[in-house]
């Protein structure tokens, strides 16, 4: 799935693989596709309730493979949609319940109101996090999942607690769109150290020529900033 803006997260990671002196390849994956034997980095998107709905089957049959890729410590980056179901399930707001595949001790309630607006939120592993959401699931963290933030400006996992997305091993997933990792590349860098690592044991990341790297800075810093002075 993808919405808000979700595939500009694969297009960071490739250009910051690029930089590095890798050369990626991309595989899109859709339901009924072969799931390709051979990958370092799992990313999806978020997706509106008919979406999820139509993807849930296909997710089914993936779920001993994913969970056992997140098991083996694969790097994933799952956005809102695909967020709720790595959990339990989530049961949307007409009362359908979706299935999840349960890498994620979460579960999700869809509630009458849509939580929208830019968000700020704080985590120890990555700094300040800046993006949008966009969701009607209210999503709850079970004793096993970690959060991957906390918020400090929007909602969040839910309208009561102010967590925002979940952790586990090398599991990242959020409900920020915006896209998310334009804004946040300390999660990038993450994922690509830690798919690196996975692939080739270590990973030495070469330094950015200095102007690329002020002129990234600051194209980032300004999207943080624009993101973070907008109302909600
Ligand atoms: N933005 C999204 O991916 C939305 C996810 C889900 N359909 C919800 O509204 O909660």
């Known amino acids: 799935m993808n919405i808000y803006g ?9 250009q910051r693989l690029k930089w590095q002196g890798y050369n990626p390849v991309v595989t899109e994956y859709n339901p009924g596709d072969e799931f390709p034997s051979d990958v370092d980095l799992i990313v999806g998107g978020g997706g509106q309730d008919s979406g999820q709905v139509v993807i849930q089957q296909d997710l089914q049959q993936l779920a001993p493979t994913l969970r056992g890729l997140a098991d083996d410590e694969l790097p994933m980056l799952a956005i809102c949609g695909l967020y709720q179901l790595f959990g ?17 001790d979460i579960e999700t309630h869809g509630g009458p109101e849509r939580l929208i607006g830019n968000v700020l939120s704080v985590s120890d592993e990555f700094g300040e996090i800046h993006g949008y959401e966009n969701h009607s699931g209210q999503t709850f963290l079970g004793t096993d999942a970690q959060p991957l933030a906390h918020v400090r400006k929007g909602e969040g996992n839910n309208s009561k607690d102010d967590t925002e997305g979940a952790r586990y091993r090398n599991v990242v997933a959020s409900y920020l769109h915006g896209s998310l990792l334009p804004k946040n590349p300390a999660i990038a860098d993450f994922l690509i150290e830690k798919a690196v690592t996975r692939r080739y044991g270590s990973f030495d990341p070469a330094p950015l020529p200095d102007a690329d790297l002020a002129g990234l800075a600051r194209l980032s810093e300004l999207a943080r900033k624009h993101a973070s002075d907008r109302p909600r």
């Open 6 to 14: 979700d595939w500009g997260n694969v297009l960071v990671l490739k």
């Open 88 to 104: 339990r399930f989530f049961k949307t707001h007409d009362g359908v319940l979706i299935p999840g595949i349960g890498v994620l």
